[in-house]
């Protein structure tokens, strides 16, 4: 009985010094809804792209800081091509590990002779963004896709190629793309949308490259659900940890709709069924910081929180608003770099503009060791 009781009693210990671990990371340097705050970067631009340089840079458009994200000037005389403010021209932008930067386009065509192959235009730089390389075609492997519509009604022949791409440590990468297969039928439960547009329910895909992102391969679906939500998994997001868990981040509805996250590990080609998380979904992302702790920025108003065990709990009470500048209520996009450690640069619309906040990351159970 007596052991029985001491087990009972490292157990609770344990419990609470893991959820008080959880609570440890605080995130400042972001602001209040309407405090007319925050640093400009960059005018008539609603997609935020943001990158880090090999040399430490940070690009957002033809947009560059050399100071960590605190004062933005034009770079050059010519901005990454497929990363600007217009909606059709937007790009997947990612530093690999050897300093060369990839850009692939988020929209895609049918390739014009070969089944079940659609391309997407790719653009590279190798010499810290004084000049590029492209277009060039990505050739995308995915069999059974038909065509669809984006989320502002235009026709599309295929998937989208979304957001992030993770670089393995063996070199080969992965990447999110969202779109139809033949047996996703289900209309949006928008009924606007389904009635001007057709749109239906999408899934969400994964895609390796081996080929620094000239060629990819369909992997798996990692969400497909129907009756999960009101417009289907899309606009994914997602994050390697350290552990070598991948996780994907997905919304499945507008504005109040919650957040979805899934993790697959090994060769990546099962996931576990996505949760829900509480947060409400626009255009989120993950980013996996250089300690391994991992934040989420989301919501309209924005807010970004972390969580100290790879997403399986976030601490809610230590969220961290953005704010805006104008006092408008047009945001909700947005992307988050680490900028060195423990100072992480959000970049967000505000209405037509780019402003920034530059987020100090302090874990104060590791100070405390």
């Known amino acids: 009985m007596r052991n029985v ?33 925050g640093i400009h970067v960059r005018a008539y631009s609603t997609f935020p792209s943001l990158v880090r340089l090999g040399n430490g840079k940070l690009l957002c458009y033809d947009m560059a800081s050399q100071d960590g994200g605190r004062t933005w000037s034009r770079y050059r005389e010519f901005g990454f091509p497929l990363s600007d403010a217009t909606r059709p021209c937007r790009g997947a932008i990612t530093s690999l590990k050897d300093g060369e930067l990839l850009l692939v386009g988020r929209y895609t065509r049918k390739h014009e002779r070969d089944a079940d192959v659609y391309v997407a235009e790719t653009y590279r730089s190798r010499n810290h963004f004084a000049g590029y390389t492209g277009p060039k075609r990505a050739r995308i492997h995915i069999p059974n896709v038909v065509p669809g519509t984006d989320e502002y009604g235009m026709p599309v022949a295929g998937p989208f190629f979304e957001q992030s791409i993770v670089e393995l440590p063996g070199g080969d990468l992965l990447a999110c793309m969202w779109g139809w297969f033949e047996s996703d039928k289900t209309p949006s439960d928008y009924p606007d949308r389904w009635e001007k547009w057709r749109l239906r329910k999408s899934r969400t895909l994964l895609v390796r490259s081996k080929d620094r992102g000239d060629t990819w391969h369909y992997v798996t679906t990692i969400a497909s659900d129907p009756d999960a939500g009101p ?40 996931w576990e069924k996505p949760t829900k998380i509480d947060a409400p979904s626009v255009y989120s992302q993950l980013l996996v910081l250089s300690d391994g702790k991992l934040l989420l920025a989301y919501g309209k108003p924005l807010y970004v929180m972390a969580s100290s065990d790879g997403g399986r709990t976030w601490d809610y009470k230590r969220k961290m608003g953005i704010g805006t500048r104008t006092g408008q209520a047009f945001t909700g996009r947005v992307t988050l770099v680490e900028a060195s450690p423990g100072k992480v640069v959000c970049v967000y619309n505000d209405v037509l503009d780019l402003h920034a906040r530059v987020l100090t990351i302090t874990d104060s159970s590791a100070a405390g060791r």
């Open 5 to 37: 009781k001491l087990l009972l009693l490292i157990s609770t210990v344990l419990l609470s010094l893991a959820e008080t671990s959880v609570a440890q990371v605080t995130i400042t340097g972001g602001g209040e809804y309407k405090d007319r705050k």
């Open 231 to 270: 417009e289907g998994f899309r606009l994914p997001s997602l994050g390697l940890l350290p552990d070598g868990e991948l996780l994907c981040l997905m919304r499945n509805g507008d504005g109040g709709k919650p957040l979805w996250l899934s993790r697959s590990r090994g060769d990546f080609k099962q």
